[in-house]
């Protein structure tokens, strides 16, 4: 009994309910004639575009910056970086890769004082990197009208100028990075091979990360300030590094979201990824100080497999759509109850 | 002994923190109007028995405490320092317990405003009635008037200077309705010389009005005019009791440090003929030393280190003993010159501390000295990794450093042997260790860096006897085998003089002398209560 | 004379932010090509519409709470309140004042909810609030679209959507102008409601009464310095939770007076950026995260929606695009909140240095020798 109480408390009830509640949906999916394979299609697919940006959290969690609310930051860049590549005309791997360094220098860039920033407030990062996400957006918005974006693919039909609110890919890198190896497992079903490999190889890079010398002082510095002052480690420095990478991985993340969704949302839409990747990783079983590679993957999944399972499966059953508050419910509940822990 | 002007009886009272004992048998009386001063070193016990009498929560949760406490001869036992309030004790803290943003009146009356009630109120309740501004300015002004102060009602508190803090503290205290005792705790810290002599002068206008004062102060001379009677406790024990007449300052610093020479014998000096020391091979030097350090202030400070040796700087909390060293290693503001092996030393640069060899153990030992949610081998590893690049490997020339974990866990092992640190592995988290092995952990950070010059503060604090001599042993073999200098901050002065060579006292963020550990118990005593300063040719400079 | 010196100073620091946004204003405005008599009956509407809401953010303010990003509670509550008279058929100020009876135990519920929630996030209330109001946002519409029509029973058929529960996205409300049309009179081209500028003159009475009781105070302290407070014996939680739920309810009042000016309900997002554009026009005028005033408050809405209701057409004139105004209307929003934000923080941390260096300054310069 004490085992299970340890394994709960370690495991923590949230995922434990969430977890179930997926496999639940799972395993009634059959009864309702739902697709076993088509689901986990989805969810697989949903896990592969969304997963790097959840990514993207994890470096400023561990220097202590605290949960990356102005995550649209990254996401703009990224954005920028896309229609960038578009303008040029780059397609396939080219573009897909053109996108990358554009997105990665512009988020170096926005990253950089995004960071001076935050070291100012230092304490307050979370709502001030909220509403910053949210300026941020608006002030690109009116950007996005008025640079000089020629490509008739991106720009306002009617008028010439303008970006688009979507932009398609179909022409350009479409699926570049998820059909790499793809294996159609069936009909429906086809393995994206590529976006995942890809996951691994960004997750593997961040993992490596906080192996360097570099990483470890950057734990510490979010761990505890003090003892790595008393070390002699450039606290704000470490900060600054730590938010220019989580906005870089958010560039990339919006990047691989956008060639396997096919579309480049402007204008509002990196708002929309804020909460949902800040609550998968919580999901995961960070918290606002820690987080790991394995919170990245589990909390995904199951925010993934929540997103995707309950429309179908609960639709199917009760003829009743009630993802979209599930949705919201589960994302910022699980954020309510992640700030309202006791910070250790 | 029945005495009707007896207003506070201490009876027997003793208290034990997890089997450690604090407090043995304390017996005083305090008579109404009569101010008692209570003297002690840090440690001495003066706080917690404080506590116990303002039933502070801390207490109960621990387990309570034995004995009884009478007031106006009825025992009493208050379950929170609300209830404390009500029967008519109150305390000035050693922090001020101010808004900042309220005047003088509103703090003095805060949560005891004056109010007017309206209709609403008597319909929702009393903490709708409107605040009575005059008469709480006149309440106020009352308060003050009896101290002999003066004072604005209307300033607000963030515009006052210090000493206006401390009267404002006391004033509150006496402006409740039926207060019989005040409990004043070090109240002329941070008070000028004339602004404390108001304050005395206050204190016994406010005893000949009827109230009982008890006055905790490491300032001798002040008890010695100001009290009635004094009171020494020492190790838990009331060592003196008795009227103040007739008892002269040295007296006092001789029974508050104590230990006389039968316990002399004990003391197992090091033998200091292993070590050549010379007066002119300097480690390091420090000139004019400051240290902003919250509570712990160093004003001007100037010492030197001799190689090899292990220095001891003693003196009671709140003097500045605590910043020097984390001034040297640049933790906290600070300001003045240094001098480490001869060449100047920056001040306010950890980094290049570190990198010179000077290596720091922390007395906050959860709050700086720790990464509490890493495991241990991390905690040791990571100075010498992040200072001296130990502990890696490096791949494309050095452009890419990657943590070994093979050599962190070995050295992790090897401390852990060596320090007898009571692990489940090098794996365990440092906050799942007792306070003992977490020091280890400290130390062993420490000597990982193989520092030429090693600071430790408060070495022993709140750990187990097991654990203080182990942890002094390996300084001491350190010393010895590696012909480490050592500089040893401690509140406790039996340990410092049973490792050091020689011992430094600060007080008043200087350093009022430097004294053989065999020197006389009530030198120390002096010294830490700042009569006087004694030169490096050991004259004595009397300060009061 | 330092003094003075001092105080004209703290004065133009107080009122650096409003000028700068009656500089834009003044800016903007020809360029806007309004007419004066326009923009005059729009700001009165404006006044009408937003002070209320404004003025809901003051006592938490004062508690050391920062700004209530929760307030959203009490508009949802609000509006669950309009949703029901509407659905009973209950005309003008009286279904107001209906509507306004039914939500107060939801808002007050909601905001001891919300109160308790904060208490364990001390330090960080303004990102939990925020989430907290995303989070009961969800669960309001839970109950809107599925629990309404079905397990509540509804009278009105035309106010569910078409598969038979669940409220419908937009309401008409037939308490629209319930309480603007109580004294309405014209001056000079201008009309002005009496009735509901009364309503706002009794909660400013309100909010400066509540100030000098025992109540306001012990929350004003609470505000200053939580530690100090709770040792002299206020009851610092409890303290924290009233003023969230006093804020909640006044959101309620607010989102209903703010509702019956508009006349229509955007039933599931036109909570949502209540908390946003009441924040916004408090902090233009010159109130700070930990402090705030009722002219603060009204100046405020003033300013912040001369602002934007001059910036799309401004925008639009100068550019030849209309959505840039628009973005940019959204951009000053959010922006001169962050800027708040982003200036309290720093104040804050500068202050603790100010301090100190005052202490270093002392020590360099030992004042006997």
């Not at chain 1, 299970?4 to 799972?26: A, E, Y």
């Not at chain 2, 207060?179 to 005395?200: F, G, Q």
């Not at chain 2, 350090?293 to 001799?306: A, L, Q, S, W």
Request: charged fraction near 20%.
């Amino acid at each position: 009994m004490a085992e299970v109480n340890k394994f709960i408390k370690n495991f923590g009830w949230p995922r434990i309910i969430i977890g179930g509640f997926l496999l639940t949906l799972f395993i009634v999916a059959p009864i309702f004639g739902v697709r076993i394979d088509t689901s986990l299609n989805d969810v697989i697919v949903r896990f592969g575009m969304s997963a790097i940006m959840v990514l993207s959290m994890v470096p400023m969690i561990q220097s202590g910056c605290g949960l990356n609310f102005g995550i649209p930051v990254g996401l703009v860049a990224g954005m920028l970086g896309a229609v960038t590549s578009i303008e040029f005309g780059f397609t396939g791997m080219a573009g897909i890769l053109v996108a990358f360094l554009v997105g990665i220098l512009a988020a170096a860039v926005f990253g950089f004082l995004y960071g001076q920033l935050l070291n100012r407030v230092k304490g307050d990062e979370m709502i001030i990197a909220t509403y910053v996400g949210y300026s941020f957006v608006f002030f690109m918005n009116m950007m996005w009208l008025i640079l000089p974006f020629k490509n008739p693919t991106s720009v306002q039909g009617f008028k010439g100028e303008g970006l688009r609110v979507t932009i398609s890919i179909q022409d350009y890198w479409f699926h570049k990075i998820s059909d790499f190896l793809a294996l159609p497992i069936s009909s429906s079903f086809i393995f994206p091979t590529g976006m995942l490999l890809f996951f691994c190889f960004m997750a593997f890079l961040v993992w490596a990360f906080f192996k360097t010398k570099t990483g470890t002082a950057m734990t510490a510095v979010g761990s505890n300030p003090d003892y790595a002052r008393a070390a002699g480690i450039n606290i704000n420095k470490m900060r600054t590094i730590s938010v220019i990478l989580s906005t870089m991985i958010a560039a990339i993340g919006i990047i691989v979201y956008q060639q396997s969704f096919g579309f480049v949302q402007m204008y509002n839409s990196p708002l929309a990824f804020v909460f949902p990747s800040v609550a998968a990783v919580l999901l995961g079983g960070a918290s606002v100080n820690k987080a790991s590679i394995a919170n990245v993957i589990i909390g995904t999944l199951l925010f993934q497999g929540i997103l995707t399972m309950t429309p179908s499966v609960i639709n199917s059953a009760i003829n009743i759509d009630v993802s979209e508050i599930i949705r919201i419910i589960v994302s910022n509940g699980m954020i309510v109850y992640a700030l309202t822990r006791k910070a250790r | 002994m029945s005495n009707d002007n007896i207003l506070l009886r201490v009876d027997g009272v003793g208290k034990e923190y997890d089997g450690n004992r604090v407090l043995k048998d304390v017996n005083f009386t305090l008579e109404k109007g009569k101010i008692l001063g209570l003297v002690g070193e840090n440690g001495a016990g003066k706080s917690t028995l404080m506590k116990i009498l303002f039933g502070m929560n801390v207490i109960a949760e621990t387990g309570g405490y034995e004995g009884s406490i009478y007031l106006n001869g009825e025992i009493v036992n208050f379950k929170d320092p609300v209830d404390a309030l009500k029967a008519g004790i109150g305390m000035v803290h050693q922090e001020f317990s101010l808004i900042p943003g309220f005047t003088t009146a509103e703090n003095i009356l805060l949560n005891m405003e004056k109010t007017k009630s309206s209709v609403i109120s008597k319909v929702l309740g009393k903490r709708l009635e409107t605040i009575d501004m005059p008469e709480i300015k006149k309440s106020a002004q009352r308060a003050i008037d009896t101290l002999g102060v003066n004072i604005d009602t209307d300033t607000l508190v963030s515009e006052m200077p210090v000493g206006h803090k401390q009267f404002i503290e006391i004033a509150r205290e006496i402006d409740r309705e039926d207060v019989k005792l005040i409990v004043l705790d070090e109240p002329t810290a941070v008070l000028t010389e004339s602004e404390a002599e108001i304050l005395l002068h206050a204190m016994r206008k406010l005893a000949d009005s009827g109230i009982s004062i008890i006055f905790i102060s490491h300032r001798l001379h002040e008890i010695t005019s100001a009290c009635d009677k004094i009171v020494v406790l020492r190790d838990g024990i009331v060592i003196v009791e008795k009227p103040t007449e007739g008892v002269n300052i040295r007296q006092i610093a001789e029974w508050m440090v104590g230990r006389e020479i039968e316990k002399r014998a004990e003391i197992v000096h090091r033998d200091v003929k292993t070590q050549i020391q010379r007066d002119d091979d300097i480690i390091f030097e420090a000139q004019n030393l400051w240290v902003d350090m919250p509570g712990e202030t160093v004003r001007d400070v100037n010492f030197k280190v001799r190689r090899g040796e292990i220095l001891g700087i003693g003196g009671l909390a709140g003097q500045g003993k605590l910043g020097i060293p984390n001034g040297i290693m640049g933790l906290f503001e600070t300001g003045g010159s240094m001098f480490f092996n001869g060449k100047p030393l920056a001040v306010n640069n950890t980094l290049e501390a570190l990198k010179e060899g000077i290596a720091f153990v922390s007395e906050d030992r959860r709050g700086v000295g720790l990464l509490l949610d890493e495991p241990i081998d991390w905690n040791i590893a990571f100075n010498a990794m992040q200072v001296q690049n130990k502990f890696l490997k490096r791949y494309f020339n050095g452009l890419i450093s990657i943590r070994d974990d093979k050599a962190m866990k070995a050295v992790a092992e090897k401390y852990i042997h060596e320090l007898e640190i009571k692990c489940t592995s090098e794996k365990q988290l440092s906050r799942n260790l007792s306070g003992g092995n977490q020091q280890k952990v400290c130390l062993a950070k420490a000597f990982a860096m193989n520092p030429s010059l090693l600071l430790v503060s408060e070495p022993t604090r709140g750990i187990d006897v097991g654990a203080k001599k182990l942890v002094l042993d390996a300084l001491r073999k350190d010393n010895e085998e590696n012909g480490t200098t050592i500089i040893i901050i401690s509140s406790e002065l039996e340990e410092l003089r049973s490792v050091c060579d020689r011992i430094a006292i600060v007080c008043e963020g200087q350093i009022y002398g430097v004294l053989p550990p065999e020197a006389e118990v009530a030198d120390y005593g002096m010294l830490m209560a700042g009569e006087y300063k004694i030169n490096e040719v050991g004259d004595k400079q009397w300060q009061r | 004379m330092k003094m003075d010196k001092n105080k004209i100073g703290k004065l133009l620091t107080a009122s650096a932010v409003p000028m700068l946004f009656l500089l834009i204003c003044l800016f903007a405005i020809p360029l806007s090509q309004f007419s004066g008599s326009y923009l005059l009956n729009n700001i009165v509407t404006r006044l009408i519409r937003n002070s209320f809401l404004v003025l809901a953010l003051l006592l938490p303010v004062m508690a050391g709470m920062g700004i209530n990003f929760g307030m959203v509670l009490g508009a949802m509550a609000g509006q669950i309140g309009l949703i029901f008279v509407t659905d009973w058929g209950v005309p003008g100020a009286p279904g107001l004042i209906l509507a306004a009876i039914i939500a107060t135990p939801i808002a007050m519920l909601l905001g001891y909810f919300g109160g308790r929630v904060l208490n364990r996030a001390k330090g960080r209330e303004m990102i939990t609030s925020m989430m907290l109001g995303l989070f009961i946002s969800g669960i309001y519409q839970f109950f809107l679209l599925y629990v309404c029509g079905s397990i509540v029973p509804f009278k009105t058929p035309g106010m569910l959507l078409s598969r038979g529960y669940g409220v419908r996205n937009a309401l008409t409300l037939n308490v629209a102008k319930g309480f603007d049309k109580l004294l309405l009179i014209r001056i000079g081209g201008v009309n002005i409601p009496v009735g509901t500028f009364m309503i706002i003159g009794l909660i400013c009475v309100f909010t400066v009464w509540f100030k000098k009781t025992k109540m306001g105070q012990d929350m004003r302290a609470v505000g200053q310095d939580m530690h100090v407070a709770s040792t002299a014996g206020i009851a610092m939680e409890k303290t924290r939770i009233q003023s969230i739920m006093i804020s909640t309810v006044l959101a309620c009042y607010g989102q209903i007076i703010y509702l019956q000016n508009i006349g229509t309900l955007n039933t599931y997002n036109g909570a949502d950026q209540a908390a946003l554009f009441a924040a916004a026009a408090l902090l233009v005028g010159g109130a700070t995260v930990s402090k705030a005033t009722i002219p603060n408050a009204i100046i405020g809405t003033a300013l912040f929606h001369l602002m934007f209701l001059v910036m799309p057409m401004a925008g639009k004139y100068i550019t030849g695009q209309a959505m840039l105004g628009e973005y940019f209307r959204m951009f000053v929003s959010y922006g001169v909140v962050t800027l708040a934000l982003v200036l309290h923080s720093w104040k804050r941390q500068k202050d603790k240095e100010m301090d100190r260096s005052q202490f270093r300054i002392a020590v360099a310069n030992p004042p006997d020798k």
